[in-house]
């Protein structure tokens, strides 16, 4: 089996063949990464440029430990200190990296379509790392292999996004990857924070109240609130959103039923999420951060070997 895509640019473009592709894969490297050798020759010989121009702790180190899991060779990029800060075009920089004899492209931007541009102008494969407001591809798909893990399947599983939907790539990526795996969907925050057009564009039940989102869903993926993409102010103050927004133990607690709770990180502790939820016996956030390394292995290893 082979992925349908060349590169791995949003989760809109992936069949749920794709996915499952993915997420089967990952589940045999997450064994790979069990053993005391962790290390497969899969990806000997193959040059992988991490390209980030906006900041990360999880993805880039992710993605630089599955290279090397795999036995790639690494180069990391850092636009802050790299001649992109002295006026280098994204272009350039990536045709001055390829003309290295470099295989794949990981990237992060801060503008949406920023991959999309780069597939249009060079041959190597892409994987989105994350592009401004629009997808989180590889995010989405370590929530939903996280998801299987603890729930067994992603079919009727109903998930609660919780949050800063308008500003959230990890949310659009979800909605689109819950969708094609058969999953139910509720968004739930501030009515500033929730796009419009979200009704129209994807079958989503919306909710305005958090208590309600909680109550219905098996997983609440909770999101952080991201005061660097936003020029106003869409709420009063951090405290006043965790009042209303914030998910706290005692809420848990009230539930007819066990829940997930899933963040992306990085957390906003007693914002968007209290730190006796973060850290409580329902919350699997650091078992993502752990899938997020089998799931770029498989991602890698699958763009690779479909170049062969
Ligand atoms: N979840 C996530 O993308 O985290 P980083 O920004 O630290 O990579």
Redesign the pocket.
Not at 138 to 157: K, N, V, Y
Not at 230 to 238: A, D, E, H, R, Y
């Given at each position: 089996m082979a992925l349908s895509t060349k590169h791995l640019l949003g989760i809109k473009d992936l069949t749920p063949q794709d996915i499952t592709l993915i997420l089967d894969t990952a589940k045999q490297f997450k064994e790979v990464l069990q053993r005391p050798v962790k290390k497969v020759p899969s990806l000997r010989d193959v040059t992988i440029v991490n390209l980030f121009y906006e900041?990360?702790?999880?993805?880039?180190m992710s993605f630089e430990l599955a290279e090397k899991r795999l036995s790639a060779d690494t180069l990391n990029f850092a636009a802050s200190s790299s001649s992109a800060a002295k006026g280098e075009t994204l272009l350039d920089t990536v045709n001055n990296i390829l003309s290295m004899k470099v295989d794949m492209v990981v990237m992060r931007h801060a503008a949406s379509g920023a991959p999309h541009f780069l597939a249009k102008h060079i041959n190597a494969a892409i994987v989105n790392a994350?592009d401004g407001i629009n997808e989180?591809p590889t995010?989405a798909l370590l929530d939903a292999f996280s998801m299987i893990e603890q729930h067994g399947t992603l079919q009727g599983l109903r998930v609660a996004i919780c949050g800063d939907i308008m500003h959230s790539r990890?949310a659009m990526s979800n909605m689109y990857l819950l969708h094609k795996m058969g999953a139910e969907i509720m968004v739930a925050g501030p009515p500033t924070l929730i796009p419009k057009y979200l009704a129209q564009a994807m079958p989503v039940k919306i909710t305005y109240n958090i208590a309600e989102a909680l109550e219905w869903c098996d997983v609440a993926n909770v999101l952080r609130i991201q005061l660097e993409r936003q020029n106003l102010p869409l709420f009063s103050t951090l405290r006043e959103y965790n009042l209303a927004y914030g998910v706290k133990k005692e809420q848990l607690e009230k539930l007819s039923k066990k829940i997930t709770i899933m963040h992306?990180?990085?957390i906003n502790r007693g914002v968007e999420l209290d730190s006796e939820v973060a850290d409580g016996n329902q919350s699997i956030i650091l078992h993502q951060v752990e899938n997020g390394v089998a799931v770029r292995m498989a991602v890698l290893y699958l763009l690779a070997n479909r170049e062969k």
């Amino acid at each position: 089996m082979a992925l349908s895509t060349k590169h791995l640019l949003g989760i809109k473009d992936l069949t749920p063949q794709d996915i499952t592709l993915i997420l089967d894969t990952a589940k045999q490297f997450k064994e790979v990464l069990q053993r005391p050798v962790k290390k497969v020759p899969s990806l000997r010989d193959v040059t992988i440029v991490n390209l980030f121009y906006e900041n990360s702790t999880r993805t880039r180190m992710s993605f630089e430990l599955a290279e090397k899991r795999l036995s790639a060779d690494t180069l990391n990029f850092a636009a802050s200190s790299s001649s992109a800060a002295k006026g280098e075009t994204l272009l350039d920089t990536v045709n001055n990296i390829l003309s290295m004899k470099v295989d794949m492209v990981v990237m992060r931007h801060a503008a949406s379509g920023a991959p999309h541009f780069l597939a249009k102008h060079i041959n190597a494969a892409i994987v989105n790392a994350g592009d401004g407001i629009n997808e989180h591809p590889t995010q989405a798909l370590l929530d939903a292999f996280s998801m299987i893990e603890q729930h067994g399947t992603l079919q009727g599983l109903r998930v609660a996004i919780c949050g800063d939907i308008m500003h959230s790539r990890v949310a659009m990526s979800n909605m689109y990857l819950l969708h094609k795996m058969g999953a139910e969907i509720m968004v739930a925050g501030p009515p500033t924070l929730i796009p419009k057009y979200l009704a129209q564009a994807m079958p989503v039940k919306i909710t305005y109240n958090i208590a309600e989102a909680l109550e219905w869903c098996d997983v609440a993926n909770v999101l952080r609130i991201q005061l660097e993409r936003q020029n106003l102010p869409l709420f009063s103050t951090l405290r006043e959103y965790n009042l209303a927004y914030g998910v706290k133990k005692e809420q848990l607690e009230k539930l007819s039923k066990k829940i997930t709770i899933m963040h992306p990180g990085p957390i906003n502790r007693g914002v968007e999420l209290d730190s006796e939820v973060a850290d409580g016996n329902q919350s699997i956030i650091l078992h993502q951060v752990e899938n997020g390394v089998a799931v770029r292995m498989a991602v890698l290893y699958l763009l690779a070997n479909r170049e062969k």
